[in-house]
């Protein structure tokens, strides 16, 4: 159980079976009355966000979230397939819950799923991650305006923006965290 005094940005707790983040948090001491602490929650199932201002005092269960290494094997019509990577039981996400990865989501790539209650409900990439450039306008000689990027297309068809000096073909790390560009891999 977490107390008032436990609440923390990134903090997850359950509140009526339902697990929440804390995203934002404030602590405010009026001259009178209790302490009061104010937190921006989101809805890790649901993703739906809200305020909600919270006495000293008051008591929160702990989430009762597990993270497991799984495997993506592949895209169905409606469903995203993942393997355990140490039992090989395999489990189905929808789109939705796989939205937020989507874009950088290659086959064969090891992920972390965020189980609640035994139910999957999230997915988290590597840090980085090594895509190929299948489509770029090439670049034109002579092009070094310093901070110049052009857009490229990746293997899973996200599009972002890189140096010019980048070609089709190439591979290259990309931050999961903030889908930048990071470098190019020699291979």
Known sequence: MYECGHLKKGLKIQIDNEPYVIQQFDFVKPGKGQALYKCKLKNMITGSQFDRTFRSGDKFEEADLEEHEMEYLYYDADSYCFMHTSTYEQVFLSKDQVEEVIDLLKENTICN?????????GVTLPNFMELKVIKSDPWVKGDTASGSTKP????????????????????????????????????
């Open 152 to 187: 490229a297309t990746l293997e899973t068809g996200y599009i972002l923006q890189v140096p010019p000096f980048v070609q089709e073909g190439e591979i290259l790390k990309i931050d999961t965290r903030s889908g930048e560009y990071v470098e190019r891999v020699k291979k």
């Open 113 to 121: 799923l965020l189980l609640f209650d035994g139910k999957p409900i």
